[in-house]
């Protein structure tokens, strides 16, 4: 009986006794809440100088180990135009921080010189309560080291601000306090003061930082508080790439959009600073665009270990981005053959307002909900451009059954295993892949189909063809009756095999080519099939011999 009296009032009396103890208490803390975040980062290629390839690695955290910081989200900018971004974004970002919250995590408010306004508020005493003089010694004002001899993405002129009526004078402090939108609650703390926040970290065990807020190419990276001093306080630091905005004036160099900049400032920080996220992870929403941020999306699904797609297609991506006006998203695999891990594709959900997907996959399995999400896409009767493996990028060899799941159970339980689509290649692409040729020195002659010169596609492509290094791909006869195909690839002692096409199926159309060899992007010719292949696509080119 006594040990049922004991059950009984166990809970409430360690309840009463947080209570009186004022020690923050929550159930998503007692769970020791996680949340699971797809970091996405670039590294030296170690095969290419002065190369970088892309990557994501998929971490779990502890809600209570981390921390979200949002940096200068004022009343009011100088810049008009930077105060409209902050009012649009606000309320996303409000919205993210109380799932967050909701979750255990710590919220960081960082108005900077607006702390006057909020001297008497709890959450400016719980920043100022603690001191950590080793703290204090960390924080600089310098680049980091992993920044010497970077270039900065773009110029800045007019502060870089786009002049407007009503603006103050450039840099002018005509804020106040944070944007009302974004909500203060108990337990949140208000700093300016990276000793102050880093003292309050060590405190509470924070070990993963999150940085939002404006602008990413001055306070959010450069701020006692920011990505570099979070970065020199050891901090598990990330920047929230969907949750930010830069001080970029189109009128600068190099004369892309504004929005573009940003994108180019997010490569600058996953390069030299730290790994970025977008507020999916948080939200499970659809990340977060400003309205007039018009650019066609180009969502990247690269998932392979031999022709080094994760360098070569970021590296198209970023031309795409300067010389195209696009967006480029990625959902990136691991970059290998075979291992743990190789079936997984991370932010997949890129493709819900993509415009055109870029498959460079091979032999993936994935989880139905991701699959799903993936013929959603073209089933919608959206484009798909696929490169080299694209042929078996969803095939496996195997049933690959889902992590946790019994091989043997799953025979009579098909939800056991994860989806394949073994036949994308005749359903989307209209290709028939049979394996390839033999390597060969002298590579394959890859020319024109005759009377094809002139096709829109093969723009600045020497009609006399040219030499990939690539080995051939085996594809006739080509499975589709709607197939248009550019290009054949020959090498000695064997039949002509195409090597490019468009398939109308029936969805929607597909640009395929078997070409894709590293060094093939080094051709001319290759490239700009590339760049024409993206703009057919996405509608720019009116195709006349379709």
């Known amino acids: 009986m006594k040990k049922r009296v004991f059950r009984f009032f166990v809970l409430p009396v360690i309840l009463v006794i947080l209570l009186v103890s004022n020690i923050p208490f929550t159930l998503a803390q007692t769970a020791e809440a996680m949340v699971s975040v797809s970091l996405q980062k670039r590294i030296p290629s170690e095969q290419d100088k002065n190369a970088w390839v892309l990557l994501n690695s998929k971490e779990e955290w502890k809600a209570a180990e981390t921390a979200i910081i949002i940096c200068d989200m004022w009343d009011r900018h100088w810049c008009s135009e930077a105060t409209n971004r902050v009012a649009e974004m606000a309320p996303r970002l409000d919205e993210m921080v109380r799932i967050a919250r909701d979750k255990g995590m710590l919220i960081v408010h960082a108005p900077s010189s607006t702390m006057k306004f909020y001297e008497n508020h709890p959450g400016r005493k719980l920043a100022q309560k603690y001191k950590d003089k080793n703290v204090a010694k960390k924080i600089a004002g310098t680049l980091l080291d992993t920044e010497s001899g970077a270039a900065w993405p773009f110029e800045i002129s007019n502060g870089g601000c786009t002049p407007s009526p009503g603006d103050a004078r450039e840099n002018e402090e005509v804020w106040t306090r944070q944007i009302g939108t974004i909500g203060i609650t108990d337990g949140d703390a208000i700093s300016d003061s990276g000793a102050e926040m880093g003292s309050l970290f060590v405190k509470r065990g924070i070990k993963n930082v999150i940085l939002t807020g404006v602008h990413t190419n001055m306070c959010v990276i450069g701020r006692s508080f920011g990505l570099r001093n979070m ?10 790439r969907d949750m930010t905005d830069t001080m970029y004036d189109p009128a600068s160099e190099p004369r892309v959009s504004h929005f573009t900049g940003n994108s180019l400032m997010s490569e600058y920080i996953e390069k030299y600073v730290c790994p970025t996220m977008v507020s999916t992870d948080l939200t499970h929403k659809k990340q977060f665009r400003f309205r007039e941020d018009n650019r066609k999306v180009v969502a990247f699904i690269m998932a392979e270990g031999e022709y080094r797609a994760n360098q070569r297609l970021p590296e198209f991506a970023h031309e795409l981005l300067l010389k195209k006006n696009v967006n480029c998203e990625f959902a990136i695999g691991k970059p290998v ?23 460079f996959a091979r032999r993936r399995a994935l989880e139905p909900e991701k699959m799903a999400v993936l013929k959603h896409y ?43 689509w073994a036949e994308f290649d005749k359903d989307i692409l209209g290709g028939n892949y049979q394996g390839h040729y033999g390597h060969l020195e002298q590579g394959t002659t890859v020319m024109p189909v005759p009377g094809m010169e002139k096709s829109l596609l093969l ?15 085996k594809n006739r006869p080509l499975r589709s009756e709607n197939v248009q195909v550019l290009l054949l690839g020959t090498i000695p002692g064997q039949p002509a095999e195409p090597v490019c096409w468009i398939n109308k199926n029936q969805y929607g159309k597909a640009v395929y080519t078997s070409l894709g060899h590293w060094d093939d ?3 001319e010719g290759f490239r700009n099939l590339m760049f024409n292949s993206v703009d057919y696509l996405l509608g720019r080119l009116n195709q006349e011999q379709e």
């Open 378 to 420: 073209i089933e919608s009767g959206k484009p798909v451009l696929g490169i080299r493996t694209a042929s078996h990028a969803f095939g496996p060899k195997e049933n690959v059954p889902r992590a946790g799941s019994n091989a043997e159970l799953a025979k009579d339980k098909s939800n056991g295993f994860l989806a394949s």
């Open 459 to 473: 723009k600045d492509v020497d009609p006399k063809g040219f030499t990939s290094p690539s080995w051939l791909y």
């Open 521 to 523: 992007w080094k051709l």
């Open 231 to 240: 970065k020199r306080l050891g901090m598990n630091v990330v920047l929230m």
């Open 337 to 359: 053959m075979e291992g743990e891990g190789i079936h997984n594709i991370e932010n997949l959900q890129i493709l819900q307002d993509a415009d055109l997907a870029v498959v």
